[in-house]
């Protein structure tokens, strides 16, 4: 195959696989001017046929559960399981191939390593594998376990939906602060858990006999779930209770807070970068012709506007 199709043939199945927000590497632009009008058509039905195989596939594992279904449709379940998995093996290879056009992942063999080390790569690695291993002789046991990994296939649509991919990035930037928070949660649910063994173990040793079976307790009364299944009868016992019960309220708002800061600032950043690209837009647009002037917002022609504006009026 000449070099110029292969480029292209890599270059339209990037735009067919990468998400909407990728960038391509400046090798790609003068592409961009010679690319199918079909592409985008053609792009957002990939992706939308890659949202339903995953939603389908994963009620496909749903319903594999129930006995009677498995029993009277698990050769049509299985088949269905053969198709999805063939279909995420192609989209799998196909973004590994083609990773490399992006800005960040330049450099041959090593941008694809360091695309196969991502969350998203593992995910749909993982989502695939489970499917392979029998036939490396993989023990049983150990398959019935990563088998349930195939629900994981519903972490792939971080791909398509934004709100998903906002989340991802405000993890990103709060992981530090989550990260404290939940140690810190650790050191009290452990403190809650040895003060409450101490209190209780001589009166409640079948429930409060050791500090992990008073982690129980703990759990639920830190979460304010509060199963009521162990409940503690010491006076010292209830008074450290009731101060656990008030500290669990105000510890489980901190990741609250935490995440909420962060989709505010993320958001902000957002609004802001859409005004860099719109500026940058009209930027370009007053380049290309100076005597024209153009939307601050969208970068398009005020003088095309403003003639359709007067079209339509006539």
């Excluded at 403190?191 to 209780?200: H, N, Q």
């Excluded at 957002?270 to 719109?278: G, I, L, M, S």
């Amino acid at each position: 195959m000449p070099q110029s199709q292969y480029a292209r043939l890599k270059y339209i199945i990037y735009r067919l696989l990468a998400p909407p927000a990728a960038e391509a590497a400046d090798r790609t632009q003068p592409m961009r001017t010679r690319e199918p009008p079909w592409l985008d058509r053609w792009s957002t039905r990939v992706d939308v046929g890659i949202m339903l195989l995953i939603v389908l596939s994963v009620i496909a594992v749903i319903l594999e559960s129930v006995s009677t279904i498995s029993e009277r449709y698990g050769s049509a379940l299985f088949a269905f399981e053969a198709f999805a998995v063939f279909v995420f093996t192609v989209e799998y290879l196909g973004r590994l191939w083609t990773c490399t056009l992006d800005k960040k992942l330049t450099g041959g063999m090593r941008g694809r390593l360091r695309w196969a080390r991502s969350p998203l790569a593992l995910i749909d690695l993982l989502a695939i594998l489970p499917f392979y291993l029998p036939f490396l002789g993989v023990d049983a046991r150990f398959l019935r376990i990563l088998r349930l990994l195939r629900i994981l296939r519903l972490v792939k649509l971080q791909r398509y939906f934004h709100s998903l991919m906002l989340f991802g990035r405000v993890w990103k930037t709060r992981r530090h602060e989550i990260l404290m928070t939940t140690v810190l949660m650790f050191f009290i649910l452990l403190i809650a858990s040895s003060l409450m063994y101490y209190a209780e173990r001589a009166d409640q040793p079948e429930a409060f006999g050791s500090i992990p079976h008073a982690m129980w307790w703990a759990i639920a009364t830190l979460t304010t779930v509060g199963y009521g299944d162990v409940t503690p009868i010491t006076g010292l016992g209830r008074i450290m209770a009731a101060v656990v019960a008030v500290v669990g309220i105000a510890l489980f708002a901190l990741p609250t807070g935490i995440l909420g800061s962060g989709f505010v600032d993320e958001l902000e950043r957002e609004k802001e970068r859409k005004r860099r690209q719109a500026q940058q837009r009209e930027a370009a647009q007053a380049a290309r012709n100076p005597e024209v002037p153009c939307c601050p917002h969208c970068g398009k022609s005020l003088r095309v506007q403003v003639a359709k504006v007067a079209k339509d009026g006539d």
